[in-house]
């Protein structure tokens, strides 16, 4: 499936629902007592379920403290956004935040020096109060970016030097706001295209490239490193862990580094399925991303159980048009798929102990090479706020409470005790 075929660009905006509820019937969370960074504990969270025995839950972000941070994907799109079930799940299970949509290009600078900084804000002081680590996500993608970027005078296609001012000073001047609050930034997203040429590159027909050329990439990895001397810098793209396009991706990252981009790891976003699940490659490319000097991070995890997985977007036209970009801005349209993909109904006990499988040999993976891996991100943590709503991707369900995934991941670490 490829971007360029799409004549409707449109948003996607994270949240779905959120559920108002601070209890949900039966259901009830005790926090655990937190303990001093130095002596890491696993807290616990108890969740009694009508009918059912209580349930310890095991917080991820403890048991992998030792390995890589453990995070997630939202925004404070209103300073409520989430229910203390919620916030709940957030503070015991993750330790690291990725904005979801606030620090995307078309949000952060709808029009060229309109800046919009109130939810990104917010992430930032709800990161600090909580002593979680932040990473800024994205600063230059094809998709949620203003179109003004790329347009000149009368409607033309603007000129290389505009286009690189342009990005120079959007780059330096997020990067340098969030100076010193952020651990590192997805400089580029996406850049390589899905259809197969593994013999190049294969960059995406992006207007980035179309207006600077395969340069900007470079450009834009300098113009981050100016901005702040001691964030990371990482290149973030799905489905680049196998095939052609990890080819491509070889090929991309060894040209970025001997034009001298700064470039710390890179991030394979990990948009998979019950049905795409691809465990033999990705432990391949993670080794192969090392051989390179890079870290490696999983940046967007999510595991469908039904219909379409992976990144690419969503063909179809949107059931109803998006109201403005995220956060009320207004900007191009790609619409991301924010719907199934495919059959929808409830997990079944079966479908929810495969996904919990599943998980666990990619979380069998990632401790194969913890010595490279820095970071694992699951894109979101409930499945009806997932951009993947309908497809149960993550690991609590619609009304907060742990799938068998949780347990099984949890289990790959205590096993290694045993
Ligand atoms: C991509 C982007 C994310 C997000 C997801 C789906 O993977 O990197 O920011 O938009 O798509 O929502």
């Not at 340069?215 to 973030?236: G, M, Q």
């Not at 969503?314 to 199934?340: H, I």
């Not at 609590?396 to 949780?406: G, T």
């Amino acid at each position: 499936m490829s971007y360029k075929n799409l004549s409707v660009r449109s948003v996607v905006n994270a949240a779905v629902h959120t559920l108002a509820a601070t209890s949900v019937a039966g259901v009830v969370f005790v926090s655990g007592c937190s303990s001093p960074a130095s002596t890491p504990r696993v807290k616990s969270a108890v969740q009694v379920s009508t009918g059912q025995p209580a349930q310890r839950i095991p917080a991820l972000k403890d048991l992998y403290a030792k390995d890589y941070l453990l995070g997630t994907a939202f925004d404070f799109r209103t300073p409520q956004e989430f229910s203390p079930a919620e916030l709940e799940i957030i503070k015991t299970q993750f330790n690291t935040i990725t904005p979801e949509n606030s620090m995307k290009p078309g949000s952060l600078q709808p029009a060229e020096g309109q800046w919009n900084w109130a939810v990104a804000d917010r992430l930032v002081e709800f990161c600090e109060s909580n002593k979680m680590t932040l990473i800024g996500h994205t600063l230059v993608w094809h998709a949620q970016t203003g179109a003004w970027m790329f347009e000149g005078e009368n409607g033309q296609p603007v000129k290389r030097e505009v286009a690189i001012e342009r990005l120079r000073k959007h780059i330096h001047t997020v990067v340098g706001r969030y100076k010193g609050k952020i651990k590192g930034w997805d400089v580029v997203n996406e850049a390589i295209a899905d259809s197969r040429n593994g013999s190049t590159e294969n960059l995406r027909n992006s207007p980035w490239l179309r207006v600077i050329g395969p340069d900007y990439l470079t450009l834009a990895f300098k113009f981050a490193r100016e901005a702040d001397p001691n964030v990371e810098l990482y290149y973030n793209d799905y489905n680049i862990e196998g095939g052609d396009k990890h080819k491509s991706s070889l090929l991309l990252l060894k040209r970025l580094i001997a034009e001298g981009a700064p470039i710390t790891g890179v991030g394979i976003q990990g948009h998979w399925s019950l049905t795409h699940k691809p465990f033999e490659e990705l432990d391949q490319a993670i080794q192969n991303y090392k051989a390179l000097g890079l870290k490696v991070m999983i940046t967007e995890l999510d595991v469908t159980i039904q219909g379409q997985g992976g990144g690419q977007l969503d063909q179809r036209p949107a059931t109803r048009p998006a109201a403005g970009g995220p956060n009320g801005t207004t900007q191009p349209t790609t619409r991301r798929a924010r719907r199934p993909m495919g059959p929808s109904g409830p997990a079944t006990p079966a479908q929810l102990q495969e996904q919990a499988e599943v998980y666990k040999r990619f979380f069998e993976i990632f401790q194969k090479h913890k010595d490279v891996i820095e970071r694992v991100t699951f894109w979101g943590f409930k499945d009806s706020r997932s951009w993947r709503q309908g497809q149960h991707p993550l690991l609590f369900n619609d009304n907060d409470q742990a799938k068998p995934a949780l347990f099984s991941i949890a289990e790959v670490k205590k096993s290694e005790g045993r």
